[in-house]
Nanobody
Framework: QVQLVESGGGSVQAGGSLRLSCAAS???????????MGWFRQAPGKEREEVAT???????TYANSVNGRFTISKDSAKNTLYLQMNTLKPEDTAIYFC???????????????WGQGTQVTVSS
């Protein structure tokens, strides 16, 4: 019953901005406030890449390629995760996925729940 649904993707020119949203449903209050969450992306022919994460304490991490341009945040009242993307570059083009319940599992940090993705296309 847990579902994550991304929205906000689209096509923009280099230098533009987009804000992605990830709405969570089927979560209990305890589940939502204790789950770490993150954004990932996958470009054609490329491996899935971690973009940004946010922990239960609000701490954040970013990939070097987006650090300083992207901001991850969450609104617990709306059960929504956000990714603000500024100064977009063509290399940011990818399908973006949100994920929840990140934790070490047998020594490997993995996420249990995933959305279906939203396309972001940046043209020059």
């Amino acid at each position: 019953q847990v579902q994550l649904v991304e929205s906000g993707g689209g096509s923009v020119q280099a230098g533009g901005s987009l804000r992605l949203s990830c709405a969570a449903s089927g979560f209990t209050y305890i589940m939502y406030i204790t789950y770490s969450m993150g954004w990932f992306r996958q470009a054609p022919g490329k491996e899935r890449e971690e973009v940004a994460t946010i922990g239960v304490d609000g701490s954040t991490t970013y990939a070097n390629s987006v650090n300083g341009r992207f901001t991850i945040s969450k609104d617990s009242a709306k059960n929504t995760l956000y990714l603000q993307m500024n100064t977009l570059k063509p290399e940011d083009t990818a399908i973006y996925f949100c994920a929840a319940d990140g934790r070490p599992r047998r020594g490997v940090y993995e996420y249990k729940y995933w959305g279906q993705g939203t396309q972001v296309t940046v043209s020059s």
